[in-house]
Structures are given as structure tokens and as C-alpha cells.
Nanobody, 120 residues
Framework: QVQLVESGGGLVQPGGSLRLSCAASGSIFSIKHMGWYRQAPGKQRELVAGMTSGGSTNYADSVKGRFTISRDNAKNTVYLQMNSLKPEDTAVYYC??????????????WGQGTQVTVSS
């Protein structure tokens, strides 16, 4: 079993910054992909940013140039630096990881979510 623990959410004014962290622990052989999704009230969950173990990244168009995803593979941790935050960034942010176990199985896991609220 694998656990993802997120931290770093909160209330911030428009134009401000936040940094989210997500640490994975448990039965991990390798983590193929880690990413951040978000879900606003009444909307579907959407991909915000993702990163492979090799360092390839992808971003939602709405956050390009403002958000940066990074990973510390040694710590099985992924970060999301969010700058120039807008009210429309308000959502619950979820960490996701595609984890390979020691016998080659690949499973997806989710964190519990952390609230980000952008408001004056």
C-alpha cells in the first residue's frame, strides 16, 4: 500500500504564491509519474501539472507560466509552486502518483486533497 500526504494549501490573496508538497510512502519500487489535479465546486477534476521520473513535464494551458512542478525522486516527493494566483485557481488540489511495486505491478494513488483559496 502507498500513502500520499499533501501539504501547503491555504488562503492567499490574488497575485500571491503558494507551494504544495506531496510525499509518497509505502511499498514503492519506483514512481513513474507524479502530478497535481484540482477540482473546483461543480466542476470536473482536471490535470494541473504532471512530471515523469525522467523529468518531462506537462501543464494545463491555464497555469502555464505561473505554476511549476518539480520532483525530488530520492524523497518520492512532488512539489507545485504556484505564482500569480487568481481567484479561478481556487479548488481542492489532489496529488496523484503512478507507482510500480517490486513485482512490476503499476497502480495509481491519490492524496486526500488540500484546499487552495484565492480571495481578497
Amino acid at each position: 500500500q502507498v500513502q500520499l500526504v499533501e501539504s501547503g494549501g491555504g488562503l492567499v490573496q490574488p497575485g500571491g504564491s503558494l507551494r504544495l508538497s506531496c510525499a509518497a510512502s509505502g511499498s514503492i519500487f519506483s514512481i513513474k509519474h507524479m502530478g497535481w489535479y484540482r477540482q473546483a465546486p461543480g466542476k470536473q477534476r482536471e490535470l494541473v501539472a504532471g512530471m515523469t521520473s525522467g523529468g518531462s513535464t506537462n501543464y494545463a494551458d491555464s497555469v502555464k507560466g505561473r505554476f511549476t512542478i518539480s520532483r525530488d525522486n530520492a524523497k518520492n516527493t512532488v512539489y507545485l509552486q504556484m505564482n500569480s494566483l487568481k481567484p479561478e485557481d481556487t479548488a481542492v488540489y489532489y496529488c496523484n502518483a503512478d507507482v510500480e511495486n517490486s513485482i512490476g505491478g503499476l497502480y495509481g494513488y491519490w492524496g486526500q486533497g488540500t484546499q487552495v483559496t484565492v480571495s481578497s
